[in-house]
């Protein structure tokens, strides 16, 4: 009778017995949020730099010289020097990004609500080809609501580190707040020409887009390749926080 009444015990004791339930793995970070997470990383890095990749700050952007040389398809023709240069307002972007895997392209927009350029400048240029476009002095411009939107295509090199390929971008912008002193020699003429600026820019770069796009890949492309020739695949893919995620 004893094997009997043994095996009823178990039974009792297994039918009382917490159930154990399996656990469901911890979520992970989806791609979407991963890289979400890797803007707000690249706004912390605007603001501090990195100076192992020889990155510096640029929110804002100090400098004491920028060389600037601009051909938008014979509208203007344009060279300056710009000394002492402030830009503020490149770490308060709103934007999105997105990467297919397989073609390691990256797809962006971003906002840029409110930005402040001021220094001093040197320039000289024409206008439509003919009218001379020259002056120096102070300047303080303020583009409102600048987008940016486009495509940035990676590949990697026979050495392992990474190379941009290609760099389209789409460029608009809301509205262009500016004073440029001292154009034309200042005066009347001065005051035109910064009306004129100020109406002219945000068509140009809808109705000269081609070249607008080309300016943007022969500078970004250089910039981008100073760090990304710095990488491999995995320290890009290091870069994107796919981590468990907490749920509350």
Known sequence: MKLPIALLAMVAVLSNAAVIVPREPAPRTTLNEALAQLLENIRELLRTGDPERGLPVLAPLQTDRLDVDLSLGGLLDFTAILNNLYLDG?????GTLTLNVMLMEFTYDFLFPDLLARGQYDA????FGLIPVFGFGNFNVQPRNLRIQGTAQIRQLPSGYLHMTELKANVRLGSLQNNIE???????LSDLLN???QDLVPSVLVNFAP??????SRVGI???DSILNTMTLDDL??????????DN
């Open 222 to 224: 250089p910039i981008a």
């Open 237 to 246: 893919f290091g870069l994107i926080p796919m981590k468990v995620r907490k």
């Open 124 to 127: 000289d240029g024409r206008l």
């Open 90 to 94: 490149l770490d308060r972007f709103q």
């Open 195 to 197: 009306a004129v600026i």
């Open 182 to 188: 001292g154009m034309l020699l200042g005066g009347e």
């Open 211 to 216: 070249e607008v796009t080309d300016i943007i």
